[in-house]
């Protein structure tokens, strides 16, 4: 059974940094992209960045790039989202997806994990 | 960056009918389409993708249909279990968009 589970989420003042970590279970984590897809309160969802299998590519939402950064440790099973200087509206639950074996449909998901940036 | 407009913005219904949603991409997406349902304090379940696929274990009740930039998700005849906000999402340009939701409420 695939299993994702975020962790790493909290409270933070602007400006700060979180990193945000997915423990991947149940299938080879080293042959599939992965995803962080985030939602505000109340509001929809929005694709954060992508990491190729190997860790090669990488893209993110022009809103965060230069703030965060996603990558993996095909080792632990594991991916991660640091984000640096974190604004209010980066508040959300940020929710770890899987893709494939269609190219960019998120067929697995994990339950989020809730960021909070306030003072 | 395509923009994924849904409508309504909520549809209410009654067991047992028929649920039409709409999904219009600003620009053509051919049939890169997925759509997901989503309950409260849950994470999104893929529905359909590719415009009219269903994903492993989605009932038959559900269905998707279109192409270019009009996409419709059609569930025959609503299970209760079937309430919830339902999400549009394009995979043929960068970056990725989801449309803003239509919930779907009981009536």
């Known amino acids: 059974e695939v299993q994702l589970v975020e962790s790493g989420g909290g409270l933070v003042q602007p400006g700060g940094s979180l990193r945000l970590s997915c423990a991947a279970s149940?299938?080879?984590?080293?042959?599939?992209?992965m995803n962080w897809v985030r939602q505000a309160p109340g509001k929809g969802l929005e694709w954060v960045a992508n990491?190729?299998?190997?860790?090669?590519?990488?893209f993110h939402l022009d809103s965060v790039k230069g703030r965060f950064t996603i990558s993996r440790d095909n080792a632990k099973n594991s991916l991660y989202l640091q984000m640096n200087s974190l604004r209010a509206d980066d508040t959300a639950v940020y929710y770890c997806?899987?893709?494939?074996?269609?190219?960019?449909?998120?067929?697995?998901w994990g339950q989020g994990t809730l960021v909070t940036v306030s003072s | 960056e395509i923009v994924l407009t849904q409508s309504p913005a909520t549809l209410s219904l009654s067991p047992g009918e028929r649920a039409t949603l709409s999904c219009r991409a600003s620009?053509?997406?051919?049939?890169?389409l997925a759509w997901y349902q989503q309950k409260p304090g849950q994470a999104p379940r893929l529905l359909i993708y590719?415009?009219?696929n269903r994903a492993s274990g989605i009932p038959a009740r559900f269905s998707g249909s279109g192409s270019g930039t009009d996409f419709t998700l059609t569930i025959s005849s609503l299970e209760p279990e079937d309430f919830a906000v339902y999400y549009c999402?394009?995979?043929?340009?960068?970056?990725?968009?989801f449309g803003g939701g239509t919930k779907v409420e009981i009536k």
């Open positions: 997806a899987r893709v494939g074996p269609t190219v960019n449909v998120f067929y697995y």
């Open positions: 620009q053509s997406v051919r049939t890169y």
């Open positions: 999402q394009q995979r043929s340009n960068w970056p990725l968009t």
């Open positions: 990491i190729k299998e190997d860790g090669s590519e990488k």
């Open positions: 590719d415009a009219s």
């Open positions: 149940g299938f080879t984590f080293s042959s599939y992209w």
